[in-house]
Structure formats: structure tokens, C-alpha cells
């Protein structure tokens, strides 16, 4: 049976860190039983874009000193900090400038960690199927040990993410977006996110759920503090239990449920042991979902035809919008062009990624429903205007 610990810590204070972090593992077995003295640990952080702390959108940075610490003192030889970020800016990957505006850079030097930019460190190619070869970044092959430290977040298009969808920053620079073409739509995406997770060696996943973001994350959602960590050898295990506290039934979490049935983890909450704070103790009150997670209330004999009409889709805010066109850069399938300043998007041949919403600067991208109706539609399934609360 799997096992997630859950431990209350409402501050991003070192002293508490490391000790909520502790007892966190002590609870699955203790650090040493995921390490040897002597091994090189990579820390896979959440590195989205470049947000400082306080925006909730990256792993944060006092959490992750805090862990390197710990490696270290357990004896480790070399501890590494990486990621790659999303999308691009003037052709060039924005992971250099995340690490310095997230504070992770800093925070990770400061503790003796070596920062390690996936876009520079090279790749290695896997195998996952006959015509399918994935390149993940050298370090994520290499290290003796990968730990996941996601950051709590909902996601308008995969609804969740944590520590699975974390892994999907392996991929260096630009080859993202590739994948985003090659399995457009959430279903389809689930499955490279579960094989991207079935090849990168996590370990040990432990989730920053201090401050987590609410609304639709997981670049432009409001933080919101929740003083929860939670650790586990099963990332999926972790996950579920984590988007269960946030008021999802992770079985609807499409990457969740493909993860459980290929046996790289679970998802279902009867088969996995919780360990310290009990589910319904730390349950979140008020935690709002993104716009389309009531699609996972409609009953199953409405037609996929019908869910397309009811989503929300990317919408620039002309209030909010400065014209810099990150988002026609980074639209995999190249379907938005700048209309005067503003950037309009042809949703025929839009393919619902969302990665002009999760890495608009402004926040300007933001997700509408098609019309007013639509929109009482699916307030009243979710009970709260289409954007759901608990
Ligand atoms: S929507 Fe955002 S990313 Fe796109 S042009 Fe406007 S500000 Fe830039
Ligand atoms: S418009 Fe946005 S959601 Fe649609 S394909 Fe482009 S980046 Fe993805």
C-alpha cells in the first residue's frame, strides 16, 4: 500500500522547514532510506516561469534550501537544483532568468547546491515504445537519486499538477511545445505526462503546499495559503491525496487515473495509507478550481461535442494585455496573430494547451467562457460562477 505523510508547517521559516520536512519523511521511513552516504541527489523543482515567490507559481525557494540541507547533512555528495521552464521569449529559453527571479538560484547556491539549467546540461534519449524516443535532460538520467519538490497548483488544462506533471520540466527548452503539438487536449497530453513520469526515476516526491495557487493556475492563479507538506515515494499516491484536499476525485484527473492503471502509482484513495493530519482534517475550505474542472461534474452521457461547447478558452484581456507576444511565441500550433496590439486566437485550430494562458507575463490571457449562458451553465454544475469552490 502506498503511503503519504501530511504535516501541517504554515511558514516558510528554515527552522520549521526542516523540521516539518523531517518528520514528513520520518513518517515513510527517513531520509537514508531514499539515499546512500556518497550519492548525487537532483532536486527537480517547479520552475514554471519567472515569478518571484510570493506569485506561488514556483517551488519556494526557502522550501527548497531547507531540503537541500537535509541531503546534505544525510550525507550526500552533490546535491543539483534544476529544471527547464516553460516557453520562450524572443526565441530564447526563460529558464536562466526564472531561476534568479524565483530566488531558488540563491537559496540553492547558499546551501551548496549546484544550479543546473536543463537547457544547457544536454539529453539523453529513451526509448518508451517502438517509433517513440523521449530526450529528458542529462542530470535527471544520471543522478543517483531524482527527488520531485512540486508546488501545490491547480492547472487549467491538466486541472492539477504536482508531483507528476512536475516532471514534465525535464524536457529542455523548446522540445516542450513540441509535445504540446503531438498530443494536443488534456486526454491526449496524459499520456506523454505519464510516460515523461515513467522514465524520469522519481524517488521521492515532497510538495511545497504552504502557499498553494487556487483559480486557474498554474502561471496566473491567486496564492493561497494552505500550511501543508506532503511526502511520498508514490507521486501519484501524493498527487491524488493533494488534489483530494483541494476538492477534486483525483480518479477524474486524466494523467492520475493513466498513471494508476499503467502501475506507476495510485490513485485511488481507499489503497493508500495517509500518515500524520488525517484527509478530513486538512481539507481545504474555499479552494477555488479552475474554470473547466466542473467538466469532471457533468455526467459521463453528455457527448464530448457538448463539454467542447461548455469550456472556457484563452481570451486576451485588452485591459491587461501590453502587446509583447509571448503568447503568439509559444503557441505550438502557431494559431494566434496579433490583431492591432491585441493577439486573436482562431479556436478552430486552437488545441486547448492553454500555454498562452500559463505563460502570459501579465496575466492578460485569461479563460472566458464563449457566452453568458455557457457561463450560468456552468456556475450552476459547479455551484460558484465556473469557477468552482469548496
Ligand atoms: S496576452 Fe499576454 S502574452 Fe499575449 S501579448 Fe498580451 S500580454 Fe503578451
Ligand atoms: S491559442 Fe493558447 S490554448 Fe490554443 S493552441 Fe495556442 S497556446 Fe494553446
Not at 542529462?138 to 516532471?167: C, I, Q, R, W, Y
Request: charged content about 20%; hydrophobic content about 40%; some cysteine.
Amino acid at each position: 500500500m502506498s503511503q503519504v505523510s501530511v504535516v501541517k508547517c504554515n511558514k516558510y521559516d528554515k527552522i520549521m522547514l526542516k523540521s516539518s520536512i523531517t518528520k514528513a519523511l520520518d513518517m515513510i521511513g527517513g531520509i537514508s532510506s531514499f539515499m546512500n552516504k556518497g550519492n548525487n541527489v537532483l532536486l527537480k523543482v517547479n520552475l514554471l516561469s519567472p515569478k518571484p515567490p510570493e506569485a506561488a507559481v514556483t517551488t519556494h525557494p526557502k522550501f527548497v534550501e531547507a531540503v537541500v540541507e537535509l541531503f546534505k547533512e544525510a550525507g550526500a555528495a552533490k546535491v543539483m537544483v534544476g529544471d527547464s521552464s516553460g516557453g520562450a521569449i524572443a526565441g530564447k529559453a526563460v529558464t536562466a532568468k526564472a531561476f534568479k527571479v524565483s530566488g531558488i538560484q540563491d537559496a540553492a547556491e547558499r546551501a551548496g547546491a549546484e544550479v543546473v539549467n536543463f537547457d544547457k546540461t544536454g539529453v539523453v534519449g529513451i526509448k518508451v515504445t517502438n517509433d517513440e524516443i523521449i530526450y529528458l535532460a542529462k542530470p535527471v538520467v544520471e543522478a543517483d537519486v531524482v527527488v520531485s519538490l512540486p508546488k501545490l497548483k491547480t492547472h487549467s488544462a491538466t486541472l492539477f499538477t504536482g508531483a507528476v506533471k512536475n516532471m514534465f520540466g525535464c524536457i529542455p527548452g523548446l522540445k516542450k511545445a513540441e509535445y504540446h503539438r503531438k498530443y494536443p487536449n488534456p486526454n491526449k497530453f496524459a499520456h506523454i505526462l505519464t510516460q515523461i513520469y515513467s522514465i524520469s526515476r522519481v524517488q521521492l516526491s515532497i510538495m511545497d503546499g504552504i502557499t498553494a495557487m487556487e483559480g486557474n493556475g498554474p502561471g496566473s492563479g491567486p496564492p493561497k495559503d494552505l500550511g501543508l507538506i506532503l511526502a511520498s515515494a508514490d507521486g501519484v499516491a501524493l498527487d491524488s491525496v493533494a488534489s483530494k484536499i483541494i476538492g477534486y476525485d483525483p480518479i477524474k484527473i486524466p494523467y492520475l487515473t493513466e498513471c494508476d492503471r499503467r502501475g506507476l502509482g495510485v490513485a485511488q484513495l481507499d489503497k493508500i495509507q495517509i500518515k500524520g493530519w488525517a484527509l478530513e482534517t486538512v481539507k481545504a475550505r474555499d479552494f477555488r478550481l479552475p474554470s473547466n474542472a466542473f467538466l469532471t461534474r457533468v455526467p459521463d452521457f453528455i457527448g464530448t461535442g457538448l463539454l467542447n461547447i461548455l469550456k472556457a478558452v484563452p481570451a486576451a484581456n485588452p485591459e491587461k494585455c501590453n502587446g509583447c507576444q509571448v503568447c503568439v511565441e509559444n503557441c505550438p500550433p502557431q494559431v494566434i496573430k496579433m490583431k492591432g496590439k491585441i493577439p486573436d486566437i482562431n479556436y478552430d485550430e486552437c488545441i486547448e494547451c492553454l500555454c498562452c494562458h500559463e505563460l502570459c507575463p501579465q496575466n492578460a490571457m485569461e479563460l472566458k467562457f464563449r457566452n453568458p449562458f455557457i457561463r450560468i451553465i456552468a456556475g450552476l454544475l459547479s455551484g460558484a460562477g465556473g469557477t468552482i469552490r469548496h
